[in-house]
Structure formats: C-alpha cells, structure tokens
C-alpha cells in the first residue's frame, strides 16, 4: 500500500496538476476567442483561480520534494 501512495504522490500528482494548469490556461484562450460569450468573465476569472491553485500546488510540491532531497 506505501508503495502504491508513494507512486500516487510522485508520479500521478505532477501530472495531474500540470494538466489542471493547461485545463485553466485553455479557458482563459477560449474566453479571448469568444468562445464563452454569455459569461466570459465569469469563465475568465474561473480560469485564473485554476491556474492559480495549480501553480500553488505544483510550487507546494517541489518544494517538499527538494526538502526531502536534501536532507
């Protein structure tokens, strides 16, 4: 069971969260290109907060991934 979690967390999390960033950076474009016209700030500012806690999460991430490097 560690060994499944620990491949979970190394493996899957990072690409998991980079997919969440580019799935926020895909609504941000598709808002620019009019694609959500009814409520495109709405759709706008969902995208951001997206990226935003994908970018948290991966910076989290690597972070506790040098601390356990390096010591």
């Not at 907060?49 to 690597?62: K, Q």
């Amino acid at each position: 069971m560690s060994k499944i979690f620990k491949w979970v967390i190394g493996v899957l999390f990072p690409i998991i969260d980079v997919c969440i960033f580019i799935l926020g950076i895909d609504m941000i474009l598709e808002c620019a290109s009019g694609y959500y016209s009814s409520n495109y700030r709405a759709a706008i500012i969902a995208g951001m907060l997206i990226c935003v806690f994908a970018g948290i999460c991966f910076v989290v991430y690597i972070k506790e991934l040098l601390r356990k490097i390096f010591s």
